[in-house]
């Protein structure tokens, strides 16, 4: 059985640009905003205290 292949092409560089960048700018807009408060709160955790206690007792159930 055999199949048949197009010719193979070489892109277009212009297209393939404003694709790429069309969707590093949709990954920018969505992930900074996650990147921003998974920052801010896991400094509020840490400043609070909370993070010490959980490692606390992660690290106490290994043993």
Known sequence: MA???P???RPVL???LTKTW???KDFIY???PLLLLGSLLIG???V???MD???EQCLDRGR
């Open 22 to 24: 069309n969707r590093l």
């Open 44 to 46: 509020t955790l840490d």
């Open 48 to 50: 609070s205290g909370v």
């Open 53 to 55: 206690s959980r490692l």
């Open 3 to 5: 199949l048949e292949m």
């Open 14 to 16: 212009k297209p393939v």
């Open 30 to 32: 969505i992930a900074t």
């Open 7 to 9: 010719p193979l092409r």
